[in-house]
């Protein structure tokens, strides 16, 4: 593909892929603070609801984000996003306590990944390729994104091992600020320019459709199941008996496979009906996840899962970026992938929550499992009623 691009292009896929390395990476070090923070005074149950909360903030967020950058582009909101996010996990090092995490951690985090993440990045990505390659151009910048979970979590364990919570939320704010320029090349290579549009009327629009609905309904497992394993794996493996640095490096091959995974996705997309793809998806989540629950816990049943998990992680945001962008076009689609994109995060915030509750209630996360390897076959059920236009119409 990259033959084929300008260097416009590949100036858009380089800054994109960087930009949600950035916000996807940070958020991945999460559960890394979460026995940390238990240590200093921020229970368990306590840090995982300011990370539920992360996830409903970035959720309620993204469709304002994604309504911004269709109308004003990406310099402004990608520099506000990186400010945001650095000072929200700078904050609760400053002063650690449950009030800063829940603001940092909770609220600021959240509304700079909004700034920064996929109904941002992804949607300057798509405006820079034609239809018949933009499934391609944003799996590639899903994949690239990726690099960030695999960089950061390994540099998020180290700071903390020396410099304990201060010292992880410290390096993690400072690195943040890598992004703060990078959304002047996402809008010199738009195809599509932003322009003043009726987002509110379009919003009503697709609302009102039952496969954009169907979707939307399907994208909540996706954020269910991703929450609570990015944040609760780190510690089921700890009760499962495996080393505390397990979870880092599980969490390090997921961001790995991810990579693969994301770009076979959106090649899949390209040439597959994208909704089938979806089921698929969500369909082989739920072997996985029962898999793993039913495997002894061993290196390399964990490892294994990790790939696998891997391979399915995000691939789904640049399939559902084709499900919207096939049904209605280019010009909305950063407002549109924004209130699908609150379903998902509402999923986030009840994994995350309900993980911490069960774990609380009954000192283990069966009931928690069990529940996310079923949401998978409800989503699948979801996606295989949609109905798109063929490619060429689009």
Request: contains cysteine; hydrophobic residues 55%; aromatic residues 8%.
């Amino acid at each position: 593909m990259s033959s084929r691009n300008t260097p416009d292009q590949t100036a858009a896929l380089v800054a994109g892929s960087v930009v949600l390395s950035m916000a996807l990476g940070t958020r991945a070090t999460f559960g890394l603070f979460l026995v940390p923070l238990d240590a200093l005074g921020v229970s368990l149950a306590t840090a995982s609801l300011a990370i539920a909360v992360h996830n409903l903030v970035w959720g309620i967020a993204q469709p304002i984000a994604g309504a911004w950058v269709d109308r004003d582009g990406t310099r402004r909101i990608v520099a506000a996003g990186a400010l945001l996010y650095a000072a929200g996990m700078a904050l609760p090092a400053i002063a650690t306590n449950v009030w800063t995490v829940m603001l940092g951690i909770g609220v600021l985090t959240g509304l700079g990944t909004a700034c920064l993440g996929f109904g941002v990045s992804l949607a300057a990505v798509a405006r820079a390729f034609p239809a018949a390659r933009r499934s391609s151009a944003t799996g590639i910048a899903s994949a690239g994104g990726s690099v960030g979970q695999m960089l950061l979590l390994p540099i998020a364990a180290a700071a903390i091992a020396l410099g304990g919570v201060p010292g992880g939320l410290l390096v993690l704010a400072a690195l943040l600020l890598v992004a703060l320029p990078l959304g002047r090349p996402l809008d010199r290579a738009a195809l599509d320019k932003p322009a003043p549009r009726k987002s509110v009327a379009a919003v009503r629009e697709a609302l009102g459709d039952r496969s954009f609905v169907l979707l939307t309904l399907g994208f909540f497992t996706c954020g269910f199941q991703l929450a609570f394993l990015g944040t609760h794996l780190p510690g089921y493996l700890t009760l499962c008996g495996m080393p505390a640095s397990a979870g880092a490096w599980a969490l390090m091959l997921v961001g790995g496979a991810n990579i693969v995974g994301s770009y076979l996705c959106g090649r899949l997309g390209q040439r597959l009906p994208p909704h089938f793809v979806l089921a698929a998806v969500y369909t082989l989540r739920t072997v996985a996840i029962l898999a793993f629950y039913l495997a002894p816990k061993t290196g390399l049943t964990t490892a294994a899962f990790a790939i696998a998990m891997g391979l399915l992680w995000l691939g789904t945001v640049p399939l559902t970026n084709g499900v919207i962008a096939r049904r209605f076009g280019l010009g909305d689609i950063g407002a549109l992938f924004g209130i699908c994109f609150v379903s998902h995060q509402v999923g986030g915030f009840l994994g995350v929550w309900m993980g911490g509750i069960a774990f609380t209630a009954t000192g283990n996360y069966d009931t928690a499992f069990l529940a996310t390897a079923i949401s998978g076959l409800v989503a699948a059920a979801f996606n295989l009623p949609i109905r798109l236009p063929r490619l060429a119409a689009a």
